[in-house]
């Protein structure tokens, strides 16, 4: 992994450092351990496999998980809070390749260097959580930096920060009602995925997600974009949306879109779609809300509003995972009476100081446009993804959609969202397919509702084009031994 360099943040009032943080006396033995911490790291060059010694111990976590948490975990995993970059080292003492990062939570990887300087900087506030009657200065800086950002191709102007991207959606939704007297349905689409409160799980589209959950909230379901039928899938949406809209009319009090659909399949749609649907609710005096939780900062721009060129017709937006904060921003129009949004903390100091490093980073690092490190990365993947597929084609055989039709893609995605379709989109190959990486080096997870898909949530903010190799040499190792 590329060393980082250790340097001393610029304008800390500004961005909100603890006062003890400022401390030179301080700032030197922050150095010393961090440089430390790099010359530990660099022990950690690539995947290897469990260490036989720390297999009781690490049986015992994972028997302690099953007895505690009442359940097993998808993968035998617990982290032994240690990694370098894109490589996370286990409890088993295993080093694994890791492309999933919480579900897209640790886009700087493990232990990067800039990080822990923001995390022990941050210990050294007065508080661990900041609230929303007290609070500090990092508060403001984290989100100045949102809106700033949105601000350039949007009217957002406001932001509400929240501790998951569920509590981000709550927010979001409760100033869409708000805003329109109460509007008791909501606009989706089909495959989408809000979170996990209770309304969110009901207008997430995935019925284990709603069972047993008493259902008291009214969806209104669009078709997402199908690349199969282009602007056919244009114009049946529209179409779709506008007899939704006539059937209740004043009655819905959002239009909430992924720009790019995550737990869904990491599908995505042209600007055209989104543009025309998002037209359509503007003139019905619809708000309409972008859910970015899962694809922010990893696309061609951090808001993935900007790189669809939509902006001017999004009234609210939510972010989260990489951001280690998660918020709710919104339009001056939108911003709700006193009273609707609080709580009383909207998250750990450490997240508000790690996620404004890494938003520094991702805004000013070469990350987006084009020819971007997220784009390059991508173009990487697509590159190995292709090769692999050449390589191996009885295990990609065409994927059938749920009408019954081959879809022409076997590998694709956005950004930092790749996703591979091995086994037609079979779950429960894929699944195998999964633990077999996961033995040999590789975290991955699953994403889809059949056919199902690889995900890969990327490391984008360390991962390098190269790092593919290693990672593609596993899979392709692993793909062998389930075929
Ligand atoms: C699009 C989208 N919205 C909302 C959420 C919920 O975020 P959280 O799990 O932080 O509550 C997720 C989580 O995966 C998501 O992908």
């Avoid at 981000?168 to 009602?177: F, R």
Wanted: net charge neutral; charged share 20%; aromatic share 8%.
């Amino acid at each position: 992994m590329t060393p980082q360099t250790l340097e001393a943040p610029a304008n800390s009032a500004q961005r909100g450092l603890p006062l003890m943080a400022r401390n030179p006396a301080v700032r030197a033995a922050i150095d010393s351990i961090v440089a430390e911490l790099e010359r530990a790291q660099s022990s950690i060059t690539g995947a290897r496999p469990a260490d036989p010694a720390r297999a009781a111990e690490a049986a015992a976590w994972l028997d302690r998980n099953r007895a505690v948490r009442g359940n097993s975990t998808f993968y035998p995993y617990v982290g032994d809070g240690f990694g370098n970059g894109p490589l996370v080292q286990l409890a088993d003492g295993s080093v694994k390749w890791d492309m999933i990062n919480g579900i897209g939570v640790h886009m700087f990887g493990h232990c990067d260097p800039r990080m822990v300087r923001a995390a022990l900087e941050a210990g050294l506030s007065d508080l661990c959580q900041e609230g929303n009657l007290q609070f500090n200065a990092d508060v403001l800086a984290v989100a100045e930096l949102l809106v700033a950002e949105a601000a350039r191709t949007s009217g957002i102007r406001h932001c509400f920060i929240t501790n998951s991207g569920c509590m981000a959606n709550e927010s979001a939704l409760k100033v869409c009602q708000q805003k329109t007297g109460g509007a008791p349905r909501i606009i989706a689409f089909a495959d989408c995925f809000m979170g996990r409160s209770t309304t969110m799980s009901q207008i997430g589209d995935g019925p284990a997600y709603r069972q047993g959950v008493a259902l008291n909230v009214l969806v209104d379901y669009m078709p997402f974009y199908d690349p199969a039928l282009g602007q056919r899938s244009v114009d049946m949406a529209a179409w779709h949306l506008r007899q939704t809209i006539a059937r209740y009319p004043k009655q819905h009090s959002c239009f909430v879109v992924e720009p790019v659909q995550g737990e869904g399949g990491f599908n995505t749609a042209p600007p055209e779609f989104f543009r025309t649907l998002m037209g359509i609710c503007r003139e019905a005096g619809i708000p309409v809300w972008a859910d970015e939780v899962q694809s922010f900062g990893r696309t061609e721009r951090m808001f993935h509003f900007e790189a669809l060129g939509v902006g001017d017709l999004v009234d609210v937006v939510t972010i989260g995972k990489m951001s280690q904060v998660c918020a709710c921003l919104m339009t001056p129009e939108m911003n709700p009476k006193p009273g609707l949004l609080s709580g009383t903390f909207s998250s750990s100091v450490s997240a508000y100081h790690v996620g404004l490093r890494a938003l520094e980073i991702m805004r000013d690092g070469g990350y987006y446009g084009p020819s971007g490190r997220n784009a390059t990365l991508h173009a990487a993947f697509r590159e190995h993804a292709e090769r692999l597929v050449k390589a191996h084609p009885a295990c990609f055989p065409p994927v059938i959609d749920s009408h019954g039709r081959t879809q022409p893609a076997l590998y694709g995605g956005t950004g930092g969202m790749m996703r591979l379709t091995p086994f037609g989109g079979d779950k429960d190959r894929i699944v195998k397919l999964l633990h077999a990486m996961f033995a040999e080096g590789v975290i991955a997870f699953y994403c889809g509702h059949g056919p199902y898909h690889i995900r890969f949530l990327a490391p984008v903010g360390v991962m390098e084009p190269t790092h593919m190799e290693p990672v593609f040499a596993i899979i392709a190792s692993a793909l062998r031994k389930v075929a």
